[in-house]
């Protein structure tokens, strides 16, 4: 790039331009909730939940406080309880962990295939004890965990599965859609998800009719009628702006999912030959791209030269589960999940929203170029 070549500004996403182009409809609908006073579920929540399960191919959904609320609540459907251990991933959002927490359970980690960042279904069946209850796999970066293995081992040794699906709406692994393959499935809309509210939201997803009753009284202090309680639960209730919101943008889903796919196939052709790695896109399925990560080499520099250049950048994530303080009484030094670790050192999301533009895309992929330089 020579002196006087252009410098955008491209940010990593851009929620405001979105808000501009739906704003004559989300404004109209948040006003139909402030006229029924449904501030709480209510109706625009409710045929949420009906259009959301629809969409995943599923029986229910059942909408949420949080993606958060959502692992907790599935994992005590999965009747996970203190004394279990529960299998997962080290590289995700620490959320993840959180919920087996919740629960009185362990979080086991098994490291990731560096081909997909995702769990490593070869790596779980030794860490399989009497005490492992669960198997909680992530669709990082909107790219499906390989279910069919892990719903193998899962059947043989009677484990259950819960999805973290918070990245990986509409995502598909061999043509079916996440959400659909362990007995319940939790998803996060936190603004800044495929699918995000106004605000904070997640649901469960399920074909387990019993499962879904759970979690329906479990959302709101155990009730199964108003003031019949029957045991202690939760305030994990949806808002009801946050179904008004999210009815609309799930319109738009199948839209924006294509549009994030094709951005990603774009910078894939235009970064090739580039000294970075990308994770493996496998054929038979699809990808969302929540994020469009690359692994590069001293990450700091290529972040600085790359914000010099107006580009902004993050990492998702900086530090796996098993090194944060938070878990360090679980005692994995550094070292035991090499794969998650090294990830974790290198990775970096680049811009990726739907409303990017092709001179957004092609600024990006030249400037990343331009820094790493090529192999
Ligand atoms: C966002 C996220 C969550 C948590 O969802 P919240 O809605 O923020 O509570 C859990 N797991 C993963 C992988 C996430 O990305």
């Known amino acids: 790039m020579g002196e006087n070549a252009t410098v955008m500004k491209v940010p990593l996403l851009d929620l405001q331009s979105e808000y501009a182009e739906q704003r004559d409809e989300i404004l109209p609908a948040l006003d139909r909730v402030c006229r029924n006073a449904s501030f709480v579920q209510g109706e625009e929540v409710e045929a949420f939940e009906r259009e959301f399960a629809d969409f995943c191919g599923v029986k229910h959904c059942v909408a949420l406080s949080s993606g958060t609320a959502a692992l907790h609540l599935g994992l005590l459907a999965l009747g996970v309880q203190s004394g279990d251990d529960v299998i997962t991933t080290p590289n995700s959002f620490l959320a993840t962990a959180e919920a087996i927490t919740y629960c009185g ?221 938070a878990y360090s009484s679980l005692g994995y030094p550094a070292g035991t999940f090499p794969n998650a670790e090294r990830a974790c050192e290198r990775v970096l999301s680049l811009p990726l929203f739907p409303g990017m533009t092709a001179e957004q895309i092609s600024y990006v992929a030249a400037s990343v170029v331009d820094v790493v330089g090529r192999k």
């Open 105 to 325: 359970a362990r979080p086991v980690f098994v490291d990731t295939d560096p081909a997909t960042a995702n769990l490593d279904p070869r790596l779980i069946e030794r860490s399989i004890t009497p005490r492992t209850r669960a198997i909680l796999p992530v669709h990082l970066y909107g790219r499906p965990a390989d279910m069919d293995p892990i719903r193998e081992i899962a059947a043989r040794r009677h484990l259950r599965i819960l999805e973290d699906a918070a990245q990986a709406h509409a995502a598909r692994y061999r043509s079916q859609r996440v959400g659909s393959f362990g007995l319940a499935a939790a998803f996060s809309f936190y603004p800044t998800k495929n699918l995000g509210a106004y605000g904070e939201g997640g649901a469960l997803t399920t074909n387990d009719d019993a499962i879904a009753k759970f979690a329906r009284a479990a959302r709101s202090h155990g009730q199964t009628a108003r003031y019949d309680h029957e045991f202690p639960g939760y305030n994990y209730r949806m808002q009801g702006f946050q179904g008004a919101v999210l009815r609309i943008k799930l319109r738009r889903l199948h839209a924006w999912t294509q549009k994030r796919r094709e951005i990603a196939k774009e910078y894939r052709r235009l970064l090739e030959g580039a000294r970075l790695e990308m994770p493996d896109d496998d054929p038979r399925d699809e990808c969302v791209y929540h994020q469009f990560v690359i692994y590069v080499n001293n990450r700091n520099s290529v972040i600085a030269q790359l914000a010099a250049r107006s580009i902004d950048t993050a990492v998702h994530y900086p530090k796996p589960i098993h090194l944060q303080p």
